[in-house]
């Protein structure tokens, strides 16, 4: 079965320091990737989406950037943390198939910048 | 481009009781997919139903079930006999099969309080 983690579970960073958030998944091969952002009590807003190795899509333009250096990784960076980057993080993946795609999403990352 | 709307931001039901949650989307797309999540206490995202746009019947996962109005653009999640462990905030979700292929755009959510 295919499995999905995320860390760090919870990171508080000042401002101004980089950041590095990791998402592995197993139990499937070149799965779609996806982070998303949840604000405090809000929906999930798509950051940046992967269909293979070095492939990122950017859907906001923002302090974010995220790499995708091996089939089951993702990583989202910044080199300097802003106060708007805090909030709760969460990986997805999905595996197109012909009916279309479901996504299923991490355990998250809550980031707290101060 | 999509949008999801959910116009209850809290909704309550008593333990064993059937509540429904609402859902008004709109797409550009001529094909697409809907969905409901649920997110826990803890967060985490977890699928509860899917439902194909073009099919006519409405997807059902056990206890809940959707009313799937593709003209009124309408996709409702119906809970039965609600469980103590189905409080959490419910959120509807969409993507097409073209230019959005595979990237879901949210609703607010619902937050669900379930009463003993």
């Known amino acids: 079965s295919q499995t999905i983690h995320q860390w760090p579970a919870t990171l508080v960073q000042p401002v101004g320091s980089p950041l590095s958030l990791e998402c592995t998944v197993e139990g499937t091969s070149n799965p779609n990737l996806y982070w998303y952002r949840q604000a405090a009590g809000r929906g999930l807003q798509l950051l940046f989406y992967s269909v293979g190795i070095g492939q990122i899509s950017s859907e906001v333009p923002q302090n974010l950037s995220a790499s995708r250096p091996q089939d089951r990784q993702f990583i989202l960076s910044s080199k300097k943390l802003l106060l708007s980057d805090s909030g709760f993080y969460l990986c997805?993946?999905?595996?197109?198939?012909?009916?279309?795609?479901?996504?299923?999403f991490g355990p998250g990352t809550r980031l707290t910048v101060l | 481009a999509q949008t999801v709307t959910q116009s209850q931001p809290e909704m309550s039901v008593q333990e064993a009781e059937t509540v429904t949650l609402s859902c008004t989307y709109d797409t550009s797309e001529s094909d697409y997919y809907l969905f409901w999540y649920k997110q826990p206490p803890s967060r985490q995202m977890i699928l509860v139903i899917r439902q194909e746009a073009y099919k006519q019947q409405n997807a059902t996962e056990n206890r809940f079930s959707v009313n799937f109005q593709k003209a009124a653009k309408s996709f409702s999640l119906k809970i039965s006999d609600s469980q103590l462990g189905d409080a959490a905030m419910y959120f509807c979700a969409s993507s097409g099969r073209g230019t959005s292929y595979g990237k879901l755009t949210f609703g607010q959510g619902t937050i669900l309080t379930v009463h003993p």
């Open positions: 997805a993946w999905s595996v197109r198939v012909a009916g279309g795609d479901t996504q299923y």
